[in-house]
């Protein structure tokens, strides 16, 4: 799911608080998000969201990683109310509705079930719900509505520092065919190498993401402090089955994944924190990514007091 717009996304903090309660908004969405901390559930429960229908998100960390369970019903204020005693994990709850409380079960156990299969899918977090629950049947017109409802949500959710339902895989591409009629722009390209423990990585810039493809090779295990940032990514992709087994020392990229940054990359490929501005290296070169990227950031300036003058 991805918009091949721009979008306005309006955040207001309830209390002036970065860290407090806050709803998100898109314009012409027709839905309405309440994000709040545990702290502030008496809060957040006295909100008419609270006794609308719609879905909600729990969210917690357990043992280093993210737990997430999504529930509906349709007073979901008092579905919430039962989970403050029975799950004492979660530190957070989002609350998704509809302004004028407009979805009905139906339209929330669509959802529910959707953002269960999106979650599992990806793999980010740990999923506290046992089961999938079936998606409910619904008209052609409401399952497409649904499916517009969604798109937005999980376009919102990752501003609310939520990724769990971010896709960061990316189909393997398929070989451009020439064209006369297309002025080809090349992606830069990037190679990372570790002969002393076999890693071999390739990747690419591609609409602003640094995407390690296909094929590359990592080291098999996690090296250092079981407390380094990254050591969860790592385990999160070998959990999600992004990176499998090869050969006895080494896992193998089964997908094309886009990372936030070459030192995210660079970790992931040696097992161990790396500084991936100068590991990685523009494809037969030895010019560092940290210089690649000067050199382009001094050439779109060049270029700007060009127009400018």
Not at 215 to 229: C, F
Request: charged residues 25%; aromatic residues 8%; hydrophobic residues 35%.
């Amino acid at each position: 799911m991805s918009f091949a717009r721009p979008q306005t996304l309006e955040l207001f903090y309830i209390d002036g608080r970065p860290d407090g309660m806050l709803t998100a908004t898109v314009f012409n969405w027709t839905g309405h998000v309440l994000m709040a901390p545990r702290t502030h559930i008496s809060e957040a429960l006295a909100r008419s969201e609270a006794g609308y229908t719609g879905v909600y998100i729990l969210l917690g960390e357990v043992d280093g990683g993210v737990r997430c369970y999504i529930g509906q019903g349709e007073d979901i204020g008092h579905r919430i109310k039962s989970h403050d005693t029975s799950k004492d994990w979660w530190t957070s709850v989002v609350f998704v509705v509809s302004n004028g409380n407009k979805l009905n079960r139906a339209h929330a156990q669509y959802l529910e079930a959707r953002l269960i299969e999106i979650a599992r899918s990806i793999g980010k977090s740990d999923l506290d719900n046992g089961t999938s629950p079936s998606r409910p049947s619904l008209s052609e017109a409401d399952g497409a509505n649904m499916e517009a409802f969604l798109e937005y949500l999980v376009m919102v959710l990752p501003a609310l520092r939520i990724d769990v339902f971010l896709e960061s895989r990316r189909s393997v591409r398929q070989p451009a065919l020439p064209s006369e009629d297309r002025i080809a722009v090349e992606e830069p390209r990037f190679e990372l190498r570790t002969p002393k423990h076999g890693v071999d990585g390739k990747a690419r810039l591609e609409g602003g993401d640094f995407i390690v493809e296909q094929g590359s090779v990592s080291r098999a295990s996690w090296k250092e402090s079981s407390q380094h940032i990254y050591r969860r990514l790592f385990e999160e992709l070998v959990r999600s089955g992004v990176t499998a087994p090869h050969g006895d020392a080494h896992r193998i990229f089964t997908t094309d994944y886009a990372f936030k940054s070459p030192s995210a990359a660079a970790a992931v490929l040696n097992g161990r924190a790396s500084n991936g501005q100068e590991t990685w290296r523009l494809a037969g070169s030895s010019v560092t990514y940290r210089e690649w990227e000067a050199a382009k950031v001094g050439a779109d300036e060049n270029d700007t007091e060009v127009v400018k003058g």
